[in-house]
């Protein structure tokens, strides 16, 4: 989230240029010198410039609808969290006294002790407030931004050291990792968390607090890590990291310290890139959400090396993904595993696929090659992706967030639980939305890309002038832009034709200017733009069939980018029965036998059966046993049984 903007009042070198603050080392543990990082001069990032600019969030508004209201269900959830139950593990780490009991789930539970992920929501929560900072204002998410990174200091301090964790055996899990020792756990996975919280904390919130600690707990891995051999490090790299290269590639940029740029590198683990950066696909059997990050990465460093084959491998991964591995939702993976695409019939309907996570950090990868290469294919998988799979993920009455959204038909959306389910999808479904209106709008010298179509307004301040987007999509398949500045202004508007629409025309001021037969590409529209100026965009939606190669008679319905699910009621269901505490339960829970309708005929003529129900987005079908079938958009479907992807008896409908 870097790439949002420099923040408030503040000046960009004072984010590029370090600050000297010296280092708290390791003392005792590692037996790391004490001796300070040295103060860096400014250095320049020696990759390629981004082709195309995100708008700071603070410069876009959203506008009502889901998207908006998902927004604020996870505002609300933020403020009931307390931070000094986050810092609980912290704070007996560094020999403090705990403010508040600890939460649960994996922040505390001996369940979950094999993953050692104690201290992962608070990362989480740091970026979530200063996500929520930045696109709100409330300075009530920056003042708990400011007081966990000042109780982190505090820590800091007392532990005389600059690492900041909250594993149950504190510091000696992370000496045992750099020892080369064999450990039950994810140290940097967690600890990249509380960086990137930190990271998101200092740049979007503008905290300073966040600033500090983040320079000492950064200065501290440099130093912990420097003895190890480059195969030392690889060898390290074999357990699951997180984004530890995106982080030190972010410090880098912050403060031009180039022992930050080699951490950077050092982390961006070599044993997978290499094969990705020859385009070679060795995913099968792989943990996604382990290799995910650790792609972002990739990118990142590129950005700041010029290293093509960083970059490479990134675009590679995302094709092959994307474009192969995906189902219709945009999600990926059964059980948190790549799997062969010859065998999507055996795990498409799995009741863990799908994991949140995984969209998650498919979309931050989706943006960040979108910067470099403003193609329509990267703006239509985030579009299909943030419906089916983001803003699906949210429960709408309580704003928890699923785990995984498995297509087993007849099972449902499985939710955490407010306090006592602190999964890595609970920690990621903080960010998700509050972040939506960071990827709707991107701008180049003099053209303004529309890549969504929200109700929503931009301020675009090097042109002097707002943007403003009034849609009801996808309810109707058009929206409707207006100009507004004080004098007239030269610009190109870059309108997406997307994929799933054959045409696209375009109105300016009433009068048809453009028309684009060219699925998947921008219509332009130059010209030199006047206050009140309207520009009406319409395409056209249609249910089509979606289906993997290996599979021709599974079948999935869409309508535009929307997936329509199967609504199949509660049958079965008692109350509350889609909260589930534990993740590992996905499967188990609901598990009373249910038998989801049947389709049969031509999978390629099927789509001719689904016609318009009595309210917007909803539809109807027949079974094969001529029962009526009511599909609705995957994203409204919460507390019932639902089907996304059907088994087509090949004969007669």
Same mark, same amino acid.
């Given at each position: ?40 001069? *400014?250095?320049?990032?020696?990759? *390629? ?105 505090? @820590? ?14 504190? $510091? ?22 509380? !960086? ?78 290499? *094969? ?68 999507? $019939? ?10 949140? @996570? ?17 193609? $329509? ?51 990621? %479904? ?73 045409? $696209? ?26 206050? %009140? ?67 049969? %005929? ?25 029962? *009526? ?12 049984? !639902? ?11």
């Amino acid at each position: 989230m870097l790439a949002d903007g420099c923040c408030a009042g503040r000046s960009r070198r004072d984010f590029l240029v370090g600050t000297g603050t010296a280092a708290l080392t390791g003392g005792a543990l590692l037996a790391a010198t004490r001796s300070a990082v040295a103060a860096p001069a *400014p250095i320049l990032a020696s990759g *390629p410039a981004a082709t195309v600019m995100p708008f700071d969030l603070g410069d876009v508004t959203l506008g009502d609808g889901p998207f908006l209201q998902a927004q604020r269900k996870t505002e609300a959830y933020l403020l009931t969290l307390q931070p000094d139950r986050m810092l609980h593990n912290f704070r007996v780490n560094a020999g403090l006294k705990p403010k508040a009991p600890v939460y649960g789930g994996w922040e505390s539970d001996p369940t979950w002790a094999d993953i050692n992920c104690h201290g992962h929501t608070l990362g989480h929560y740091l970026s979530a407030c200063a996500l929520a900072y930045r696109s709100t204002g409330n300075a009530v998410y920056k003042r708990r931004v400011d007081y966990i990174a000042r109780e982190l200091a505090a @820590c800091q301090k007392a532990a005389d050291s600059g690492l900041i964790c909250a594993f149950p055996d504190g $510091a000696k899990l992370v000496a045992a990792h750099l020892r080369g020792e064999p450990i039950t756990g994810v140290p940097w996975y967690t600890l990249h968390k509380v !960086y990137a919280g930190l990271r998101d904390g200092a740049m979007l919130a503008d905290s300073a607090a966040s600033r500090a600690v983040l320079l000492k707990f950064a200065d501290w891995a440099v130093i912990a890590t420097r003895p190890l051999s480059d195969a030392q490090f690889e060898t390290m790299l074999e357990t699951e990291h997180g984004g530890m290269s995106e982080v030190f590639a972010d410090l880098f940029a912050m403060t031009g310290n180039a022992d930050y740029k080699q951490t950077a590198e050092r982390f961006a683990q070599k044993a997978i890139m290499a *094969p990705l950066a020859k385009r070679r696909d060795m995913l099968d059997g792989m943990h996604a959400n382990t290799q995910l990050p650790k792609i972002i990465g990739y990118q990142r460093v590129w950005e700041i090396t010029g290293n093509p084959d960083y970059h490479v491998a990134a675009a590679f991964f995302w094709q092959t993904v994307a474009r192969t591995r995906s189902f219709a939702t945009g999600g990926h993976g059964d059980n948190e595993h790549f799997f062969p695409m010859a065998d999507f $019939a055996d795990h498409v309907f799995s009741a863990k696929g799908s994991e949140t @996570c995984c969209q998650h950090n498919m979309l931050k990868l989706t943006r960040a090659l979108f910067l470099h290469d403003p193609q $329509a294919g990267y703006a239509d998988y985030y579009e299909r992706t943030l419906y089916n799979g983001i803003l699906a993920s949210q429960d709408p009455d309580s704003g928890m967030a699923t785990y995984f959204q498995g297509a087993r038909p007849g099972y449902m959306k499985l939710y955490h639980t407010p306090e006592r389910s602190f999964w890595c999808c609970t920690g990621t %479904g903080m960010e998700n939305h509050v972040k939506y209106r960071d990827s709707i709008y991107f701008h180049g010298a003099d053209a303004l890309y529309v890549n969504l179509f929200l109700p929503s307004s931009v301020r675009w301040r090097d042109k002097d002038a707002v943007v403003t987007q009034t849609t009801s999509f996808p309810e109707t398949p058009t929206t409707t832009l207006r100009w507004s500045s004080k004098r007239p202004t030269t610009a190109t508007l870059k309108l997406r034709h997307p994929h799933w629409s054959d045409t $696209a025309v375009v109105l300016v001021n009433g009068v048809e200017t453009a028309r684009s037969t060219a699925p998947g590409s921008y219509v332009d529209v130059a010209r030199t733009w006047r206050d %009140g100026d309207r520009v009406d965009l319409r395409l056209a939606m249609e249910v089509a069939v979606q289906r993997a190669p290996a599979a021709p008679d599974i079948v999935a319905f869409t309508y535009g980018p929307l997936v329509l699910a199967g609504a199949l009621g509660r049958e079965g269901l008692a109350p509350g029965s889609d909260i589930i505490v534990s993740e590992r339960k996905y499967g188990e829970y609901n598990a009373t036998p249910f038998t989801a309708p049947d389709l049969a %005929g031509d999978p390629d003529t099927l789509a001719a059966t689904v016609k318009p129900g009595p309210s917007p987005l909803e539809f109807k079908t027949v079974s094969a046993e001529g029962q *009526p079938i009511r599909l609705i958009p995957y994203h409204r479907i919460a507390h019932e049984r !639902y089907a996304t992807y059907w088994k087509v008896a090949r004969g007669a409908a």
